[in-house]
């Protein structure tokens, strides 16, 4: 009976495990080829200060333009990439692409505009990976302090000391720590305390009509206060009205980033929108 129970439980929740490895090659095989092939490929969110509207970061979000199911975004891909061990391989090859791209900028307008990368645990926790960056850096001859890592607290949670570890070496580098999602982990504050983090990015969950929820906005500022006694710079992320973008002026935090300042876009487009004199795309 328990077989019977358990065997109708994997047919209703996921595919039967002979199914499940067959989609697991064949997405295995889908996302070496999309490697192989050039289909990913990266559009970037500015970061705009609020007071000035100028453009303070961009992040990289990586798409995949697949040749059949066309694009296809990062929340379907990512865990299946996680799961078979790839987000490796696709990890290197945005980090690789975001630092060409910072290389390429140097004495140019956007220069010197930091990006922000998001990094699964998986490649955090890889061994030499703080080494294999500082190379890669150094290859390029791009200054650490213009990379920024974005993580979620989900990936600082197990194997403290190795992340402590990988974690204050990327610091030591200059390169610059965030907590992407902030406030919707459910994890302890104290890792706030234990690792070198620089930036909060308050997670739009929080954001969204700030201006008309009350008790939403006791948390804002809580956070916000826990932000500035600890010394972390703030950016609120998924900013998509002008009430909110007061709200949090109001609250002195000018950091924001948005479909009310912009969409994630292709580096053509953006270079082509930005105006080098007001800094602004
Ligand atoms: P995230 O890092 O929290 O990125 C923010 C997501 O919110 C992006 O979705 C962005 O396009 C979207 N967004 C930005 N402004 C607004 C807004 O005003 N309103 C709304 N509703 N959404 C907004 P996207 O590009 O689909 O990425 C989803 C997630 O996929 C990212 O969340 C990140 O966790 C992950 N991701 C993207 N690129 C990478 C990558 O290269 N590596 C890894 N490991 N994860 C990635
Ligand atoms: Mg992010
Ligand atoms: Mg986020
Ligand atoms: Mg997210």
Redesign the pocket.
Known sequence: QAKHRGRNRSYRFEPALGEQSLFRMSIRKEIKQALEQDDFFI?Y?PKIDCHTESLVGL????RWQHPSRGRI???EF?FLAEQTGQ?IDL?DW?LDSVIRQLAHWSSKPLDPVTVS????AIQLHQTGFADRLETLLNHHKVPPERLEL?L?ESILMGQEEAVTQTLNRLRALGIVISI??FGTGYSSLSYLCRFPIDVLKID?SFVDRVDQRRDQQQVVRAIVQLARSLELDIVA????RAEEVHFFRDLGVSRM????FAH?MTMDALERQFDPMQRRV
């Not at 992040?59 to 990586?62: F, H, I, K, P």
């Not at 980033?257 to 009310?260: A, I, K, L, P, T």
């Open positions: 559009e969110q992040e990289a979000l990586v975004p990062p929340d990512i987000i990890g945005v990368v998001n990094l699964s974005e979620t992407d999602d739009r992320e998924g900013v998509e980033q948005g479909y009310y994630p």
